[in-house]
């Protein structure tokens, strides 16, 4: 077979594949892409058979009585191979009788992940129109990144958070405009390698030049010093993880007292100051927020803390705000309390200053400009019309082992109190709970409770391990889609470059098939095939694009094409904020005041203990400010890994480069190392009381004392040890505590952890991970 180039979209950028004899051979970025990202070689791994879901297998116990109560046995008994009929007929039939026997309430499908960058074959997308159109399902809202902020902020600005994201100023703007840059939890190089939906082209590296180039001021206030990149030469700040807040608080009562604080901003676009004062400066509680306490809490100096206050009021400056920071109990607090603090600042909704909600989170959240686009880029599931939807109820996004393990149980959420249903079957497709979720121990525990769990995955995730019924499903590589979204000025065409992995089967084709045996076929399908629903979405696209003014080529030619860029037909645009600070009174905030609620009445009136009526301190129960150091004296920071997405690819080069011995990379001060006698190259474990795990040890200067850095990603192997159980590849959920960050969001809180390290002695256990689970025959 001839070599053959095909193009296709990733998350983590758009490439042209090289593939001969049906594998491939070469990952080639774009030539409008000057910072490719490495990930792409990942791609190469596509067809590793250790990992690849060969064909559709069933746990031995449940094959053996569909029926029966749930065994205990996920996760530890070996998979049967069946074929495709037997595996549908299963998961139909499973499916059915849970509608006919519990309803809609008994399904959960949140199905959490970030699946492919097709806008057909996106897996939740399937599966969610499957099951809507099947009979209802719980379903799961907010997100693992971001759940604190998504909430707080509908409540402060009165807009979703991926939109205002998306709307801030590029470096080169900010260099025109303001004398001071403050990143809260840094904007590292390493998140804007990935961009929801595809990338055309990255250029976050050259943008901070022009920032760097123009002199500004950039301080980075992270306990990682490569949080920004290293060409900005920024002044680090190292903090104490979970102190944020503190710090910006000292910030504000800075410029209360020395008269800085723009009052007419106040008065003119913000609702509720006054009632925030007296907290500031300790009249309501007795407690005022100076720098000196902000210093006891933060570990930063009460001199730095007036200097940022100083400079950031003296001349335009714009404050940065990571995804990080609200991913810890009260997570809700740093990102009011930033918004509060630009309030006061008065530089909110001005060009090139202000604040930068989420900033560098992903590409173009900073660095895609103003180009955005202006139609809608149409996409599988938002066909399904009002008539044929079922209504569903939902869980907060990180709340699963809570309703797994407390059906009936009630919890608080936004102002509202809910109750957990019963589950009796999960479907999961696209995602990856056991590398998502906290304190996995406690979820594989909770996992066992349903009677029945699908999954539609193309690899060996611990997901799939821990399932009854594992359907294989082609990777983005073996289909056809198109790649778009509507934060990105490209679109991608994405035929197939390979052929489907053994007996694995589109998403699509599955729930057809399933929706036959359960009598919707016609309903899901709409009677279009997999290129017909592909050009069906494209002229959706197009014609929505020409009412906007863009033209789109025609489907025939773009399917024959490669990527192409339409911002040239594109706007600049005003965003949200500059609109409301040109003109409040034409262009208000959907909040109750219609400005930006320094004070929430709404939220006051939920009476929650945990979050008040405006931004506050709380006391963190689990940081390096408690009692719990004691034993457990490091703050375990586990972030989003440099060489994969998540833990997408694990399995490929990019990520394996970097591992040591095998295992993920943690690093560590080397002041904290030395007292324990660790070295870099060693393999360590970490541990407290929910889990422990091993990891190679990195020593780094960039690593605040008293602090521990794991990304996240590490495909789950758990074994058993001495008597308990050990993570050996470095997944730091095993550690991180399962907690909502507060009664309004209920978001995760991994960043509220601690841990103790030791050097692992003896032969580490061999990985499992990264070959098949074990196999038998049917009895």
Same mark, same amino acid.
């Given at each position: 077979?001839?070599?053959?180039?095909?193009?296709?979209?990733?998350?983590?950028?758009?490439?042209?594949?090289?593939?001969?004899?049906?594998?491939?051979?070469?990952?080639?970025?774009?030539?409008?892409?000057?910072?490719?990202?490495?990930?792409?070689?990942?791609?190469?791994?596509?067809?590793?058979?250790?990992?690849?879901?060969?064909?559709?297998?069933?746990?031995?116990?449940?094959?053996?009585?569909?029926?029966?109560?749930?065994?205990?046995?996920?996760?530890?008994?070996?998979?049967?191979?069946?074929?495709? !009929? #037997?595996? =549908?007929?299963?998961?139909?039939? *499973?499916? /059915?009788?849970?509608?006919? @026997?519990?309803?809609?309430? $008994?399904?959960?499908?949140?199905?959490?992940?970030?699946?492919?960058?097709?806008?057909?074959?996106?897996?939740?997308?399937?599966?969610?129109?499957?099951?809507?159109?099947?009979?209802?399902?719980?379903?799961?809202?907010?997100?693992?990144?971001?759940?604190?902020?998504?909430?707080?902020?509908?409540?402060?600005?009165?807009?979703?958070?991926?939109?205002?994201?998306?709307?801030?100023?590029?470096?080169?703007?900010?260099?025109?405009?303001?004398?001071?840059?403050?990143?809260?939890?840094?904007?590292?190089?390493?998140?804007?390698?990935?961009?929801?939906?595809?990338?055309?082209?990255?250029?976050?590296?050259?943008?901070?030049?022009?920032?760097?180039?123009?002199?500004?001021?950039?301080?980075?206030?992270?306990?990682?010093?490569?949080?920004? !990149? #290293?060409? =900005?030469?920024?002044?680090?700040? *190292?903090? /104490?993880?979970?102190?944020? @807040?503190?710090?910006?608080? $000292?910030?504000?009562?800075?410029?209360?007292?020395?008269?800085?604080?723009?009052?007419?901003?106040?008065?003119?676009?913000?609702?509720?100051?006054?009632?925030?004062?007296p907290y500031l400066m300790g009249d309501s509680d007795?407690?005022?927020?100076?720098?000196?306490?902000?210093?006891?809490?933060?570990?930063?100096?009460?001199?730095?803390?007036?200097?940022?206050?100083?400079?950031?009021?003296?001349?335009?400056?714009?404050?940065?705000?990571?995804?990080?920071?609200?991913?810890?109990?009260?997570?809700?607090?740093?990102?009011?309390?930033?918004?509060?603090?630009?309030?006061?600042?008065?530089?909110?909704?001005?060009?090139?200053?202000?604040?930068?909600?989420?900033?560098?989170?992903?590409?173009?959240?900073?660095?895609?400009?103003?180009?955005? !686009?202006?139609?809608?880029?149409?996409?599988?599931? *938002?066909?399904?019309?009002?008539?044929?939807?079922?209504?569903?109820?939902?869980?907060?996004?990180?709340?699963?082992?809570?309703?797994?393990?407390?059906?009936?149980?009630?919890?608080?959420?936004?102002?509202?109190?809910?109750?957990?249903?019963?589950?009796?079957?999960?479907?999961?497709?696209?995602?990856?709970?056991?590398?998502?979720?906290?304190?996995?121990?406690?979820?594989?525990?909770?996992?066992?409770?349903?009677?029945?769990?699908?999954?539609?995955?193309?690899?060996?995730?611990?997901?799939?391990?821990?399932?009854?019924?594992?359907?294989?499903?082609?990777?983005?590589?073996?289909?056809?889609?198109?790649?778009?979204?509507?934060?990105?000025?490209?679109?991608?065409?994405?035929?197939?470059?390979?052929?489907?992995?053994?007996?694995?089967?589109?998403?699509?084709?599955?729930?057809?098939?399933?929706?036959?045996?359960?009598?919707?076929?016609?309903?899901?399908?709409?009677?279009?095939?997999?290129?017909?629903?592909?050009?069906?979405?494209?002229?959706?696209?197009?014609?929505?694009?020409?009412?906007?003014?863009?033209?789109?080529?025609?489907?025939?030619?773009?399917?024959?094409?490669?990527?192409?860029?339409?911002?040239?037909?594109?706007?600049?645009?005003?965003?949200?904020?500059e609109q409301f600070r040109r003109d409040p009174t034409?262009?208000?905030?959907?909040?109750?005041?219609?400005?930006?609620?320094?004070?929430?009445?709404?939220?006051?009136?939920?009476?929650?203990?945990?979050?008040?009526?405006?931004?506050?301190?709380?006391?963190?129960?689990?940081?390096?400010?408690?009692?719990?150091?004691?034993?457990?004296?490091?703050?375990?920071?586990?972030?989003?890994?440099?060489?994969?997405?998540?833990?997408?690819?694990?399995?490929?080069?990019?990520?394996?480069?970097?591992?040591?011995?095998?295992?993920?990379?943690?690093?560590?001060?080397?002041?904290?190392?030395?007292?324990?006698?660790?070295?870099?190259?060693?393999?360590?474990?970490?541990?407290?009381?929910?889990?422990?795990?091993?990891?190679?040890?990195?020593?780094?200067?960039?690593?605040?004392?008293?602090?521990?850095?794991?990304?996240?990603?590490?495909?789950?192997?758990?074994?058993?040890?001495?008597?308990?159980?050990?993570?050996?590849?470095?997944?730091?959920?095993?550690?991180?505590?399962?907690?909502?960050?507060?009664?309004?969001?209920?978001?995760?809180?991994?960043?509220?952890?601690?841990?103790?390290?030791?050097?692992?002695?003896?032969?580490?256990?061999?990985?499992?991970?990264?070959?098949?689970?074990?196999?038998?025959?049917?009895?």
């Amino acid at each position: 077979m001839s070599r053959r180039f095909t193009p296709t979209s990733t998350h983590w950028g758009n490439f042209r594949i090289e593939v001969d004899d049906d594998r491939v051979v070469a990952v080639l970025p774009y030539q409008t892409d000057s910072e490719p990202c490495a990930i792409g070689e990942s791609l190469k791994n596509n067809s590793d058979r250790d990992v690849r879901v060969v064909q559709p297998m069933v746990r031995a116990g449940y094959l053996e009585n569909p029926c029966a109560e749930p065994d205990g046995g996920r996760g530890g008994q070996p998979f049967v191979p069946v074929s495709w !009929p #037997e595996a =549908l007929d299963l998961t139909a039939d *499973a499916l /059915r009788d849970t509608w006919q @026997t519990r309803g809609p309430d $008994g399904i959960f499908a949140g199905s959490y992940g970030w699946a492919s960058a097709g806008r057909f074959h996106h897996a939740q997308s399937q599966l969610h129109r499957f099951l809507n159109l099947g009979g209802g399902y719980v379903a799961s809202v907010n997100s693992y990144s971001a759940a604190a902020a998504e909430v707080i902020i509908k409540h402060v600005l009165g807009s979703p958070l991926l939109p205002l994201t998306r709307e801030s100023p590029s470096p080169t703007e900010i260099a025109q405009v303001s004398k001071t840059v403050i990143l809260f939890g840094g904007a590292a190089l390493k998140n804007a390698q990935v961009n929801a939906g595809g990338l055309g082209a990255h250029s976050a590296t050259k943008q901070w030049q022009a920032l760097r180039d123009a002199g500004i001021r950039v301080v980075n206030v992270s306990p990682i010093r490569d949080d920004v !990149p #290293e060409l =900005l030469e920024a002044e680090w700040i *190292a903090c /104490r993880p979970g102190s944020d @807040t503190a710090i910006m608080l $000292g910030m504000a009562y800075v410029l209360v007292r020395d008269g800085l604080h723009d009052e007419p901003f106040l008065n003119r676009y913000t609702e509720g100051f006054a009632k925030f004062l007296p907290y500031l400066m300790g009249d309501s509680d007795g407690v005022a927020k100076t720098p000196e306490w902000a210093s006891r809490l933060s570990g930063v100096s009460a001199d730095k803390i007036e200097d940022l206050a100083h400079s950031a009021a003296r001349d335009p400056s714009f404050l940065g705000i990571s995804w990080s920071l609200q991913r810890q109990r009260h997570g809700e607090q740093s990102w009011w309390m930033i918004t509060t603090l630009g309030a006061m600042l008065g530089y909110i909704g001005l060009p090139g200053a202000g604040v930068g909600y989420g900033y560098g989170c992903i590409h173009n959240l900073g660095f895609g400009g103003r180009r955005i !686009p202006t139609f809608k880029i149409a996409a599988f599931g *938002a066909e399904i019309g009002e008539r044929k939807a079922t209504r569903h109820r939902f869980i907060p996004v990180a709340r699963i082992t809570d309703m797994l393990e407390n059906p009936g149980a009630t919890y608080r959420y936004n102002g509202h109190r809910l109750a957990y249903p019963g589950i009796d079957l999960v479907y999961w497709a696209g995602g990856n709970p056991f590398h998502h979720h906290q304190d996995l121990n406690r979820l594989i525990r909770a996992w066992q409770k349903p009677r029945t769990i699908v999954v539609n995955e193309s690899v060996w995730t611990a997901t799939a391990r821990h399932a009854d019924i594992v359907l294989p499903v082609t990777t983005s590589l073996e289909r056809n889609d198109l790649g778009g979204s509507a934060y990105d000025h490209h679109l991608t065409p994405m035929p197939a470059a390979l052929a489907p992995f053994g007996d694995a089967r589109n998403d699509f084709d599955i729930f057809s098939e399933l929706a036959q045996r359960l009598g919707f076929h016609g309903d899901f399908t709409e009677g279009r095939n997999e290129i017909e629903w592909i050009q069906h979405l494209y002229e959706a696209t197009r014609n929505d694009a020409a009412n906007h003014g863009v033209a789109l080529p025609p489907f025939e030619a773009f399917w024959q094409g490669d990527q192409f860029a339409f911002d040239d037909q594109l706007p600049d645009a005003e965003f949200l904020l500059e609109q409301f600070r040109r003109d409040p009174t034409r262009y208000p905030l959907n909040t109750p005041s219609g400005k930006i609620e320094v004070y929430s009445e709404t939220i006051a009136s939920f009476d929650y203990a945990d979050c008040a009526g405006h931004a506050k301190w709380f006391d963190h129960d689990e940081w390096l400010g408690g009692r719990q150091t004691k034993h457990f004296p490091l703050h375990l920071v586990s972030n989003q890994p440099r060489h994969r997405l998540h833990s997408q690819l694990d399995h490929g080069i990019a990520s394996q480069s970097h591992k040591i011995k095998g295992r993920e990379a943690a690093r560590m001060n080397p002041g904290d190392a030395s007292a324990r006698g660790l070295q870099t190259g060693d393999v360590i474990r970490l541990y407290n009381d929910r889990g422990s795990c091993l990891a190679g040890l990195h020593i780094s200067e960039a690593i605040m004392a008293g602090v521990i850095e794991l990304p996240t990603g590490a495909w789950f192997d758990p074994q058993d040890w001495e008597g308990g159980v050990l993570e050996v590849h470095g997944n730091p959920n095993a550690l991180t505590p399962d907690i909502g960050t507060s009664s309004l969001a209920q978001g995760c809180s991994a960043h509220t952890c601690l841990v103790e390290v030791e050097k692992f002695t003896g032969e580490a256990p061999t990985l499992q991970v990264f070959q098949p689970p074990k196999s038998c025959r049917r009895q």
